[in-house]
Every structure is written in C-alpha cells, then in structure tokens.
C-alpha cells in the first residue's frame, strides 16, 4: 500500500534517508558528509504537513515504510520557457534487504498517476553520476535524460 507520510514515520524515514546519504558519500566523499541526512525532525515534519511536498510511503501490511519518494510540486518560472506544473522527485529509496521486490517502480507508478491527477506535465528528478543501479532502473521506469549538469572541481 502506498499513502502519504505521517510524523509517525519520521524515524524510519530518517532510516532511509541515511540509506541514501552513505550511497551518495560513497560515490562523492567530496561532497557529502558522511553521518548526515537530508533533513532533520523539524524539516520532516514541515514537509509532511506541506500539499507542495508530499512524501508518499511504501508500507507493509504492518504499516511499517519500506520505501519512500520525496516529491516537490513546482512551476517553470523562467520567462523563456513554456509554463508547466511539474512533480520533481527529490529523493526515493528502497529499504536495503526489500529491493527488487518492485516497491521502487510501485512508488514510481504512483507518482506518475498522482502528478497526472493533479495535472502536471512531467516527473522530473536528478541522478548523481555513478549511481548506475538507480540510472537503470529510472531508464526501465521510462525516464530519458533532459539535461546534463556539468562540473570542474577548482584545487
């Protein structure tokens, strides 16, 4: 069953959230700090009460989160650009040991139809570069790059 995120759920989505940190650190140690998440109590509990961010659960029979997506309802605001209402997936994630048992494209799914009801022209979200398990796996969901963002690191 998916639904939205309740303040019950904080823990475990601070949980996952480190789930994510650490997958993140191990690629970029230069930019992550290892031992932080995302967003603390007060930040969850703000964006669980806020409609422009919804943070839609996977949950078991148990009602325990097996996975989440962090989404955010945005507006194109640059004046070169068409206007459209788009859902940005900020952050999803898995529980490690319940991957592969389709919770991630389930979540997805939901997403989609929920942004469709509420009349959005896309889902958009990032990838870091060298997360190539979730690049494939968002390549089956049926999501195909739009931009890319470059760098150079500065010694």
Not at 34 to 42: A, F, I, L, Q, V
Not at 124 to 138: R, S
Request: proline share 1%; glycine share 6%.
């Amino acid at each position: 069953m998916i639904r939205r995120a309740k303040e019950k759920d904080i823990n475990t989505l601070k949980e996952l959230l480190s789930e994510v940190l650490n997958l993140h650190y191990n690629i970029r140690p230069d930019i992550f700090a290892k031992g932080t998440t995302k967003y603390d109590d007060n930040d969850l509990k703000e964006i669980i009460s806020n409609d422009a961010t919804p943070i839609f659960v996977y949950v078991d029979s148990k009602d325990e989160v097996l996975g989440y997506a962090f989404c955010q309802i945005k507006v194109t605001t640059s004046i070169n650009m068409q206007k459209h209402k788009i859902l940005y997936i900020d952050d999803l994630c898995v529980k490690e040991g319940m991957r592969g048992l389709h919770i991630g494209s389930s979540l997805i799914d939901y997403v989609k139809a929920y942004a469709k009801k509420i009349g959005c022209y896309e889902v958009t979200l990032n990838v870091w570069e060298g997360n190539d398990n979730a690049k494939k796996f968002y390549n089956n969901m049926g999501f195909k790059v739009k931009e890319t963002q470059m760098e150079i690191i500065l010694d």
